[in-house]
Structure formats: structure tokens, C-alpha cells
Nanobody, 119 residues
Framework: QVQLVESGGGLVQPGGSLRLSCAASGNIFRVNDMGWYRQAPGKERELVATITSSGLINYAGSVKGRFTISRDNAKNTVNLQMNSLKSEDTAVYYC?????????????WGQGTQVTVSS
């Protein structure tokens, strides 16, 4: 069974930084793209950043220049370094991965980690 486990959320003041991490585990043959999405109260889930296995990166315009996504293919992990955080970055952040598991290709989600930016 495949699992994505996130860590690193919390409370931070505006202008501060946080680093989120996500590890994929279980019966995994290959991890394709990995990424982060977020959902603020009353809003739909939105893309934050994605990265392919070859390192191709895509950022939402609202985080470009402030957030940095990276991954370790050997460890099946993806990280999100968030700098210059704003109150509008407050949301539950979800890790996502497209991967070949024991039952074939599928998209998997983590349980989410809360990020709150507030003074």
C-alpha cells in the first residue's frame, strides 16, 4: 500500500519561512511527478508547485520567487521551501504524487499539513 506522509507545517509570522517535506513509501516501482497543492478555507484546492522525475518544475504565479520545490528521486521525497510567507499562504498543504505502485499507475495524496501565517 502506498502512503504519502507530510511534515513541517506550523504557525509562522508574515515574512517568515517554513519547509515542508513529503515521503512516499510502500510498494513503489517508479515515481513520476510530485508536487504540492493547497486549500484555504472556503476555497478550492489549487496547485502550488510540481516537479517531474527529470526535474522540470512548475510554480503557481502567486508563489514564484518565494517558494522552491525540490525532490530526491532515490528517497522518493519532495520538499517545499517557503520564504517570505504571506497571510494569503495560509492553507492546508497537500503532497501529491503520480506513481507506479503494486496495483498499477495512480495519483496519491498525503493527509495534509496546516500552514498558518499570522502575526
Amino acid at each position: 500500500q502506498v502512503q504519502l506522509v507530510e511534515s513541517g507545517g506550523g504557525l509562522v509570522q508574515p515574512g517568515g519561512s517554513l519547509r515542508l517535506s513529503c515521503a512516499a513509501s510502500g510498494n513503489i516501482f517508479r515515481v513520476n511527478d510530485m508536487g504540492w497543492y493547497r486549500q484555504a478555507p472556503g476555497k478550492e484546492r489549487e496547485l502550488v508547485a510540481t516537479i517531474t522525475s527529470s526535474g522540470l518544475i512548475n510554480y503557481a504565479g502567486s508563489v514564484k520567487g518565494r517558494f522552491t520545490i525540490s525532490r530526491d528521486n532515490a528517497k522518493n521525497t519532495v520538499n517545499l521551501q517557503m520564504n517570505s510567507l504571506k497571510s494569503e499562504d495560509t492553507a492546508v498543504y497537500y503532497c501529491n504524487a503520480g506513481l507506479d505502485g503494486g496495483s498499477g499507475y495512480g495519483r496519491y495524496w498525503g493527509q495534509g499539513t496546516q500552514v498558518t501565517v499570522s502575526s
